[in-house]
């Protein structure tokens, strides 16, 4: 433990020490990531310090599929009346998206199941995992979008009968105690991280916690006190990163908290730097969009950025997905 401590000691020294160095001109700061983030104004790529947008709407979850194809998520927002989430794919052919197709979910039944506010997607070992996360439950579904597995924690909030209206959703889990905000996975060969906001609900008060579960959704472990309103998670050295969003702040449980100011939503890891995206914090989500979005490019283990870039007015940041 003495030995791990004194290596995360000199390694933060060194980051230090060189980001000096890069504010002064005598180091040039690296630019060759590749990536695709998306906001409330649209799907954009990032190709070596080049933004290009790709598509326009209110995106969030982003995943590639295994034929490269991918699929991106975007919800229609009619202030809150409407948040029903839609999916589509594309095809990437240089920094223009193509063949974009609608893609539907579908219940065991063969019935069309239209999710509401979905935030993160995440396709694994041929399975799309799905938080459906105004509805408070996480689906798991064949690469067609049939729906083979649901899980829910303690309550999912569903349609009112005999309507589409996702207003009714929405006032109902935000009622609720038992409204969870699941916003975030990720999935390895043998487990599955849940991350929950866990704010949204009645009780504002409550930081937010993840879950460790099998692929059939078998909850093996819960941590708790990860932060407040969070969002993604990112393993990295023993642990995850992630974006204690409310508290303007990258957390890890060994390495130095990251402190950037910005509501912090969008993380991806690449060539052990962390990416994350960044939008002036304000108590009305409203607001968020409104003002400055930034990305954030940090080496592992540094306590704050090397390069940050103002993206201007594009919204709200959602999610950032590495390019393979």
């Not at 630019?31 to 080049?50: E, I, M, N, P, V």
């Not at 995440?122 to 996360?133: A, S, Y």
């Not at 995850?240 to 939503?265: E, M, T, W």
């Amino acid at each position: 433990m003495r030995i791990e401590r004194i290596q995360n000691m000199k390694r933060y020294s060194f980051n230090v020490f060189k980001s000096l160095l890069g504010q002064y001109g005598f180091t040039q700061q690296r630019s060759h990531f590749k990536f695709l983030f998306s906001s409330s104004k649209g799907l954009y790529l990032f190709d070596q310090g080049r933004i290009h947008k790709l598509l326009s709407g209110n995106y969030f979850g982003i995943t590639q599929l295994p034929d490269n194809r991918y699929l991106a998520v975007t919800y229609v927002q009619k202030g809150t009346q409407d948040e029903r989430s839609l999916a589509l794919t594309f095809k990437l052919s240089g920094n223009k998206a193509c063949e974009k197709q609608a893609f539907n979910f579908i219940s065991a039944e063969g019935q069309v199941k239209i999710p509401v506010r979905v935030h993160q997607i995440v396709c694994f070992n041929n399975k799309l995992w799905v938080t459906n996360t105004r509805q408070n439950v996480v689906w798991r579904c064949n690469l067609d979008g049939r729906i083979e597995n649901t899980f829910v924690y303690t309550q999912g909030f569903d349609y009112q009968p005999g309507s589409m209206s996702t207003d009714y959703v929405r006032k109902t889990a935000r009622n609720s105690q038992d409204y969870h905000h699941f916003n975030s996975i990720h999935i390895d060969e043998n487990f599955l991280y849940l991350l929950a906001h866990n704010s949204a609900g009645s009780d504002k008060s409550k930081n937010s916690f993840y879950l460790k579960l099998d692929h059939e959704f078998n909850v093996i472990e819960r941590t708790d006190n990860v932060g407040k309103a969070c969002h993604n998670l990112v393993p990295c050295e023993q642990g995850f990163y992630i974006c204690d969003s409310a508290n303007g702040q990258l957390v890890h449980p060994k390495l130095p908290n990251i402190q950037l100011g910005y509501f912090l939503r969008g993380l991806t890891l690449i060539d052990n730097h962390l990416i994350a995206g960044g939008t002036v914090s304000s108590s009305d989500p409203n607001l968020r969009g409104k003002g400055d979005s930034r990305l954030f490019f940090i080496p592992v283990g540094n306590a704050f950025p090397i390069m940050s870039l103002s993206l201007g007015r594009t919204g709200d940041l959602h999610d950032i997905v590495a390019l393979k």
